[in-house]
């Protein structure tokens, strides 16, 4: 039995990795099922280790799907896929997460090294406005029409992140950005 205010707070905790603006990484490392895998699918994007897989048993559970969650499963890993994982109960393996591209990479964690650690820290070293802008972009339901992501879109480009690239690229550098 779930408490009453668990879709409530499954919601929530859903809706603010959505709404962060700065990149969300899942490592996954291990099963990730139901509720966990409607986590790692909030995320904007998916490490997973050798023993990392996901699936959503709704039919073996007589539980009924929220429609955020089979919209970006169908949006994620496809939509013969998200078939596969809510109607035909199928997990998806790390192969089959990194050959859709629901995963970005296989990666593993052990004692003396950390992957996945090493590749979330060359993502947050990326500029924070751009991926603000994109991940925006992406998760927007109209961007079309939505006059707030061609202010991101300029600020971005007009931003000091912008000029220190541009300077970083003309002394073979990396660059060190800002968020301004």
Not at 34 to 47: K, M, N, S, T, Y
Not at 147 to 155: M, Q, R, T, Y
Request: charge should be negative; glycine fraction near 6%; charged fraction near 20%.
């Amino acid at each position: 039995m779930y408490a009453d205010d668990f879709w409530g707070s499954l919601s929530d905790m859903l809706q603010a990795i959505t709404a962060s603006p700065v990149p969300v990484i899942a490592d996954v490392q291990g099963p990730a099922v139901g509720a966990g895998c409607q986590l790692i699918l909030a995320c904007d994007l998916r490490i997973f280790g050798d023993r990392g897989e996901c699936w959503i048993p709704v039919a073996q559970h007589a539980f009924a799907m929220d429609t955020w969650t089979i919209q970006r499963a169908r949006e994620l890993v496809g939509g013969s896929f998200a078939r596969n994982l809510l109607l035909g109960s199928a997990r998806m393996s790390v192969d089959q997460a990194v050959a859709t591209g629901f995963a970005m990479a296989r990666a593993a964690v052990t004692e003396q090294h950390d992957e996945p650690l090493e590749i979330a820290q060359a993502i947050a070293a990326s500029a924070p406005l751009s991926m603000q802008h994109a991940k925006r972009v992406l998760n927007s339901p109209d961007p079309h029409n939505d006059e707030s992501l061609d202010k991101l879109f300029f600020a971005a480009w007009a931003s000091e992140d912008a000029q220190e690239a541009r300077a970083a690229r003309a002394e073979k550098r990396l660059p060190k950005f800002k968020g301004r």
